[in-house]
């Protein structure tokens, strides 16, 4: 979806005594990651677009065999969300069959005004030109203001690197804001190495952020 991740912003504690699960995203939970995505992600344009619009692309990410959404869920809410694809053009594809029309009847008039940003994001799903990297593409990651510094970016990140690694995958990559030093920062810790700059957008720095799984017996300095 391109330049997605948290911005590093202060926000209150977690609750005490919390504890946090991360499960495989539902239908249900589309409107949640709609939600999330819609208020906590700055960078991008999908934002742009509103909760409804986002909530329809949640539910086909979910119910696409090639992508998955995962949640971080405490005492049945969710306070968090990852998103990945390892073929963002057949997802694309997909959503734009089955969920097109109704997607587009309420975002109309920001799809109007946007029409730009819809087609360098399509582009950008095609794998086609700048801004491509290798195997799953981490779409988005949000986590809810009163649970942020608590670690639950970190977890949802590792755990989707779980996931590309058990369907036997050994590459992903990511998107992000070129600016966005708190999300550079937390992939940067879950083991992705920044490569080329790009603009995804007009006048936007993008940065491609690749992850390759170590092969066994593979050292790693200390």
């Known amino acids: 979806m391109g330049a997605n991740g948290p ?8 609750p005490d005594g ?4 991360i499960r495989p995203g539902e239908d249900d939970d589309a409107a949640d990651a709609g939600r999330l995505h819609a208020g906590r992600i700055g960078d991008g344009f999908l934002s742009f677009l ?6 329809r692309l949640y539910r086909r990410i979910a119910r696409n065999p090639s992508s998955f959404l995962l949640v971080a869920d405490t005492s049945g809410d969710v306070v968090g969300f990852i998103a990945g694809s390892a073929d963002v053009g057949g997802l694309y594809r997909s959503f734009l069959v089955r969920d097109g029309f109704a997607a587009g009847l309420v975002a109309a008039p920001r799809l109007v005004s946007g029409w730009r940003q819809v087609l360098e994001t399509l582009h950008h799903g095609s794998g086609e030109g700048a801004g491509s990297g290798r195997g799953t593409e981490l779409l988005a990651i949000a986590v809810d203001p009163n649970y942020e510094g608590q670690g639950v970016g970190t977890a949802l990140v590792a755990t989707f690197l779980d996931r590309v690694a058990t369907s036997g995958a050994t590459e992903a990559y990511v998107i992000v804001g070129a600016d966005n030093v708190g999300a550079i920062g937390l992939y940067g810790r879950a083991g992705f190495v920044a490569g080329d700059e790009f603009e995804l ?3 936007s720095r993008s940065l491609v952020m690749q992850w390759n799984r170590a092969a066994p017996g593979d050292c790693v300095d200390s």
């Open 7 to 14: 911005r590093d912003r202060g926000s209150p504690s977690a």
């Open 18 to 21: 919390w504890a946090m699960t």
């Open 50 to 55: 509103g909760p409804a619009f986002l909530t």
């Open 201 to 203: 957008h007009a006048g």
